[in-house]
């Protein structure tokens, strides 16, 4: 274990599969909590009941992160905006479950002007599609007649969904995906979706910070819960009586 300014960075012992107290993660990288290992399912999955997740790109070691504030979406307090309900009328898109996992990976993972994707390296791909394999891992994409033009995949634990990426080919189209993946959401009683670090984009999907004690009551609550209907299937549909 080496000291650090407010916290202490752990390394893993590949032959365990086990994490520090969240409360070590630093101050300064926000959150950065330990360091290696590998991303076996099993220890995916151990990270994820802890609200921790991998993060890192291919010149890096496997890095592992806790973030205070989380950014979060309550299903609940979720609301449809006015623009986004024009686009929901015009039914310009289809959204589907789970039909196109491997593209959805693919798509996030191409650079953008912004570099966000590019932490997506083939050993996270890898495994994600693995989790996808075991029922864990999900996606949502979005649809222009045959062509696939948005979309987003993420990590279902009890009644919790851990989003981990998304992408769009054209404008709102991952959006799309979001609300009736929030939407559906709603309606199997998931109490939290982890959105992981806030930015202007999740903010103007209804993202809220909160601190890492409230993240982790509401993640303890939610893994423990009936996992979602396998497999996972699409039923709400626009327009809903209540937006």
């Not at 991303?39 to 994820?48: G, H, P, W």
């Not at 062509?147 to 992408?167: D, N, T």
Request: hydrophobic residues 40%; proline residues 7%.
């Amino acid at each position: 274990m080496t000291k650090s300014t407010g916290g202490h960075l752990t390394l893993l012992n590949p032959e365990q599969i086990e994490f520090p107290p969240t409360q070590f993660a630093l101050k300064d990288p926000n959150g950065l909590l330990a360091v290696g290992g590998d991303l076996c399912v099993d220890r995916l999955l151990a990270a994820y009941r802890r609200g921790i997740f991998p993060w890192y790109s291919d010149d890096q070691p496997i890095l592992w992160w806790s973030p205070s504030p989380r950014c979060v979406v309550i299903p609940s307090e979720f609301r449809i905006g006015r623009s986004m309900r024009k686009v929901l009328r015009r039914g310009d898109f289809s959204v589907t479950f789970d039909q196109a996992f491997d593209r959805v990976i693919e798509a996030c993972r191409l650079p953008r002007g912004d570099n966000e994707g590019t932490w997506i390296t083939e050993e996270i791909s890898e495994a994600y599609r693995e989790m996808h394999r075991l029922g864990y891992a999900h996606s949502v994409e979005v649809w222009r007649g045959q062509e696939i033009v948005g979309g987003l995949y993420g990590v279902a634990l009890g009644r919790i969904f851990f989003g981990e990426s998304m992408f769009h080919r054209e404008t709102n189209a991952s959006k799309v995906a979001f609300v009736h993946l929030v939407r559906q959401l709603e309606l199997w009683n998931c109490p939290m979706i982890d959105c992981q670090v806030t930015n202007p984009h999740l903010q103007s999907l209804g993202a809220v910070e909160v601190s890492r004690e409230e993240f982790e009551r509401l993640l303890e609550k939610g893994v423990t819960q009936t996992p979602f209907p396998q497999p996972w299937k699409l039923t709400w549909t626009f327009p809903e009586s209540c937006v």
